[in-house]
């Protein structure tokens, strides 16, 4: 119940596309949903979070989809750029559940192909 | 986002040795400190939390006593892995979180060890 499903294991995306990576949950009691990107060799750094009481946030070409009722949340990146290509994690937290640690996905490794 | 600092960013030691990596939290107060580790190609796997000036919680599985974690300022926590071996070579993270609102995470860039 406290894991987070993240789909795809790997994308390649062409410049200028869009790239998609979902991911779903189980626990209700989370409360926030950051998104990290991590470079090779290098620590994840914050991209983008959702509370749930927002359906969607946009932060320059990223924008997050949140869908309570399914349980899910997406990452979309506009315009994909080649140094967009990096493994991404989404997580989840429960703020107000006890558990107060994050919890993340597998991650996607996006290749943005010029 | 806060600035955030590992040493040494690698590390090579050989077996049956200690290491030490320190992690600082430059320009913010971390109150919890959360260390990582992150196998190739692989997902963070979180190994301990700790509160400044407490004993670190481990998860389950991780030794405390092979990883020994000080978190004695709120700006310094520290990482021993004692008596090194080869299936420790692994990045270790830290993840200081500071206490002056929700979601306010975040990660040092990593430390490389390799143990021979």
């Known amino acids: 119940q406290q894991q987070v499903k993240q789909s795809p294991q790997s994308l390649i995306v062409q410049k200028g596309g869009i790239s998609i990576i979902n991911c779903a949950y189980e626990?209700?009691?989370?409360?926030?949903f950051p998104w990290y990107q991590q470079f090779p060799g290098k620590g994840p750094a914050l991209l983008i979070a959702i509370r749930p009481d927002v359906s969607e946030k946009k932060e320059g070409r990223f924008t997050i989809s949140f869908n309570k009722s399914a349980k899910q949340f997406s990452l979309h990146i506009m315009d994909s750029q080649p140094g967009d290509s990096a493994t991404y994690f989404c997580?989840?937290?429960?703020?107000?559940?006890?558990?107060?640690?994050?919890?993340f996905g597998a991650g996607t490794r996006l290749a943005v192909h010029p | 986002g806060a600035v955030v600092s590992q040493h040494p960013s690698w590390v090579i030691c050989k077996s049956g040795t200690s290491v030490k990596i320190e992690c600082r939290s430059l320009?913010?107060?971390?109150?919890?400190m959360f260390w990582y580790r992150q196998f190739p190609k692989q997902s963070l796997m979180l190994m301990a939390t700790?509160?400044?000036?407490?004993?670190?919680?481990?998860e389950q599985g991780v030794e405390k006593d092979k990883f020994l974690i000080n978190h004695a300022s709120l700006t310094l926590s520290t990482l021993t892995v004692t008596s090194a071996h080869p299936e420790d070579s692994s990045f270790y993270i830290c993840?200081?979180?500071?206490?002056?609102?929700?979601?306010?995470?975040?990660f040092g860039p990593g430390t490389r060890l390799t143990v021979t």
């Open positions: 993840s200081p979180r500071g206490g002056t609102g929700l979601g306010e995470q975040y």
């Open positions: 997580a989840a937290i429960s703020f107000s559940g006890g558990y107060n640690k994050l919890i």
């Open positions: 626990n209700t009691a989370f409360d926030y």
């Open positions: 700790s509160n400044e000036g407490s004993k670190a919680t481990y």
């Open positions: 320009d913010f107060q971390a109150t919890t």
